[in-house]
């Protein structure tokens, strides 16, 4: 008895799955944190059959904005990093941009000196791994490697006041954690800043996106996780930062039922938001259900299980 309780919770996890969709609009008068930014709707872009989407970061290069996300593969069962292409309004195609032996998400995207980088959340592979783009948007290699041995998510690096500080969420079990931490770059490493953990709270210290500059405010978007994964957004304004110092305060908190989405679909929860100069995107959480595509990936899974 306790053998098939056991085998029915094995097949309901593989089958029965928490899933997003990405939503997209262009930017306007107000972002979403602002008074009178809820108004304006998201469309919401559609999953295939084989993928979902979630974690939308988005640059605007030229006329065309680059989507990058994760891309989460229903059939073997993890993530890689996809990107679209926006030009006039039109969304091109899902593409993969990269993949490696484990899961990846949140692919945070930056430049420097002429120079795209990408931070993915690897933290089944135990490293932050800082790829390079050796063309621009499809093809990237790694240069680097921190915090190696160790699994981390969500991290960002911003630079301010002319020093680059790492925020990232150490994890000791499990895929949550209720901590975010800061290192300070100095030489070739990362110092843990004096304040660590800066932030000791599930409502509000993951990430949920780039840290940014906007109205001469440094913001910083955290995930509610403290009822499940995804909740809602906090809008922080990180007010000091050095290498003694960080304080923050909350200017706003967005949930999923305060947004204009199109349809008439109801979603469950959010938990990523970035912008570019044309558009903002975030993630939406569905009700968890069963999909052909996640049939296949447990027909996979008892092969291998079988021939091993």
């Given amino acids: 008895m306790e053998f098939e309780i056991k085998l029915l919770h094995k097949l309901r996890q593989q089958l029965i799955r928490e899933e997003w969709n990405i939503a997209i609009r262009p930017l306007g008068k107000d972002r979403l944190y602002q008074i009178g930014g809820?108004?304006?709707?998201?469309?919401?872009?559609?999953?295939?059959?084989?993928?979902?989407?979630?974690?939308?970061?988005?640059v605007s290069v030229e006329n065309i904005d680059y989507l990058f996300f994760e891309m989460f593969d229903r059939f073997r069962g993890k993530g890689v990093i996809g990107y679209r292409e926006i030009f006039d309004g039109k969304i091109g195609k899902m593409k993969t941009a990269y993949e490696a032996p484990y899961h990846l998400s949140f692919p945070c995207i930056c430049k420097v000196d002429k120079e795209w980088y990408m931070i993915p959340e690897y933290s089944e592979g135990k490293e932050?791994?800082?790829?390079?783009?050796?063309?621009?948007?499809?093809?990237?290699?790694?240069?680097e490697s921190w915090?190696?041995?160790?699994?981390?998510?969500?991290?960002?690096?911003?630079?301010?006041?002319?020093?680059?500080?790492?925020?990232?969420?150490?994890?000791?079990?499990?895929?949550?954690?209720?901590?975010?931490?800061i290192f300070i770059h100095e030489g070739d490493e990362w110092i843990p800043h004096c304040k660590n953990p800066v932030v000791a709270s599930s409502s509000d210290s993951r990430l949920a996106g780039k840290i940014f500059m906007a109205e001469?405010?440094?913001?910083?978007?955290?995930?509610?996780?403290?009822?499940?994964?995804?909740?809602?957004?906090?809008?922080?304004?990180?007010?000091?930062?050095?290498?003694?110092?960080?304080?923050?305060q909350g200017i706003a908190d967005i949930n999923?039922?305060?947004i204009s989405i199109d349809g008439k679909k109801h979603y469950v929860g959010i938990h990523t938001y970035n912008s570019s100069n044309h558009y903002e995107v975030i993630d939406l959480k569905n009700h968890s259900h069963v999909s052909l595509g996640n049939l296949v990936n447990l027909f996979w899974c008892i092969i291998k299980k079988v021939f091993h």
């Fill in 128 to 143: 932050i791994p800082i790829l390079q783009a050796t063309h621009f948007p499809d093809c990237w290699e790694k240069v």
């Fill in 216 to 248: 001469n405010k440094l913001i910083r978007v955290a995930q509610d996780c403290s009822d499940g994964y995804g909740k809602s957004l906090h809008f922080r304004e990180i007010s000091v930062l050095n290498h003694k110092e960080f304080v923050e």
């Fill in 38 to 58: 809820i108004k304006e709707k998201f469309i919401v872009i559609p999953n295939s059959f084989r993928y979902w989407c979630a974690d939308p970061f988005i």
């Fill in 256 to 258: 999923v039922n305060n």
């Fill in 147 to 181: 915090m190696t041995g160790q699994r981390c998510v969500d991290s960002v690096i911003i630079k301010h006041q002319n020093q680059e500080y790492l925020f990232t969420q150490k994890l000791k079990k499990g895929y949550h954690s209720n901590t975010l931490e």
